[in-house]
């Protein structure tokens, strides 16, 4: 089991930042992927942004240039830096996981998610 927790969320204005962080904890062998995804109310999530173990990084095209996504390995913690908010961005936001796990197969997890509010 992988338990994931979220840290940074809250209000800030437009134009502002804001650094989400997500930390793995518990029995993990490989990690594949660590992400964010968004929901907006009443609509599924979307994904925000990912880092894959090559490195290799998406973003959803409404936030290039203004988020950044990064990974720290030795403490399994997956950061987004959110620069220039706009009233667009408030959502939930949720930080996933996929591990590879016994008998060696991907799964993915999931943070509880935290809110991101931006409005003046």
């Known amino acids: 089991q992988v338990q994931l927790v979220e840290s940074g969320g809250g209000l800030v204005q437009p134009g502002g930042s804001l650094r989400l962080s997500c930390a793995a904890s518990g029995t993990i062998y490989k990690i594949n992927e660590m992400g964010w995804y968004r929901q907006f109310p009443g609509l599924e999530r979307e994904e925000v942004a990912s880092?894959?173990?090559?490195?290799?990084?998406y973003y959803e095209e409404s936030v290039k240039g203004r988020f950044t996504i990064s990974r720290d390995n030795a403490k399994n913690t997956v950061y987004l830096q959110m620069n220039g908010v706009v009233p667009f961005d408030t959502a939930v936001y949720y930080c996933?996981?996929?591990?590879?796990?016994?008998?060696?197969?991907?799964?993915?997890?999931w943070g509880k998610g935290t809110l991101v509010t931006v409005s003046s």
């Open positions: 880092i894959r173990s090559d490195d290799s990084i």
């Open positions: 996933y996981v996929q591990v590879v796990e016994p008998p060696w197969v991907a799964k993915d997890y």
